[in-house]
T-cell receptor, first 111, second 115 residues
């Protein structure tokens, strides 16, 4: 079993839809949770960072962490074609420099 | 946040040869990381490079195949040695810029094709 599981998609939605991206994990020591966006032929770009459980909002993006269920989510409101990319979740525990990544979900927003 | 310049952006290499990838950061950082991203796959950590010490390799990666240099706090290289088609991948360097923002910064990657 992988430490972090993420549905690779692909996921295709119409412009303006609410997008929900999710990851599950098995290591209860994970406390730092990140979402990265990766455009084609580019390196991953940090979108959201969350510590422990709870919600964090930044513009159209909301990150949720449920440590009791070992489940994290990224919501994108009013999705735009420019949001089309691969989204990767990543996480690590206290004192651990190594990030563990999910497989990434390829998202397409159709105009 | 830190800005990373990674070179080359892409290369096509003959099997049996070696390629050295360079990673330059615009600020001093303690730790630099090298990842591999195979087509359609997630990122896999190859090794962690600290200045002034030997790199620490993850399971499945060895120094003879992926030698790393870290001569100062802003620069590192990764060499992919004796390449085979299975080494075709994207190679990425990453740094932990520190500070309250957390999260790691990535270079734009090197797309390697071995023929």
């Amino acid at each position: 079993q992988k430490e972090v599981e993420q549905d690779p998609g692909p996921l295709s939605v119409p412009e303006g839809a609410i997008v929900s991206l999710n990851c599950t994990y098995s290591n209860s020591a994970f406390q730092y949770f990140m979402w990265y966006r990766q455009y084609s032929r580019k390196g991953p770009e940090l979108l959201m960072y969350t510590y422990s459980s709870g919600n964090k909002e930044d513009g159209r993006f909301t990150a949720q962490v449920d440590k009791s269920s070992k489940y994290i989510s990224l919501f994108i409101r009013d999705s735009q074609p420019s949001d089309s990319a691969t989204y990767l979740c990543a996480m690590n525990g206290p004192g651990a420099q190594k990030l563990v990544f999910g497989q990434g979900t390829r998202l397409t927003i159709n105009p | 946040s830190a800005v990373i310049s990674q070179k080359p952006s892409r290369d096509i290499c003959q099997r049996g040869t070696s390629l050295t990838i360079q990673c330059q950061v615009d600020s001093q950082v303690t730790m630099m990381f090298w990842y591999r991203q195979q087509p359609g796959q997630s990122l896999t950590l190859i090794a962690t490079a600290n200045q002034g010490s030997e790199a620490t390799y993850e399971s499945g990666f060895v120094i003879d195949k992926f030698p790393i240099s870290r001569p100062n706090l802003t620069f590192s290289t990764l060499t992919v040695s004796n390449m085979s088609p299975e080494d075709s991948s994207i190679y990425l360097c990453s740094v932990d810029p520190g500070g309250a923002s957390y999260g790691y910064t990535f270079g734009s990657g090197t797309r390697l094709t071995v023929v």
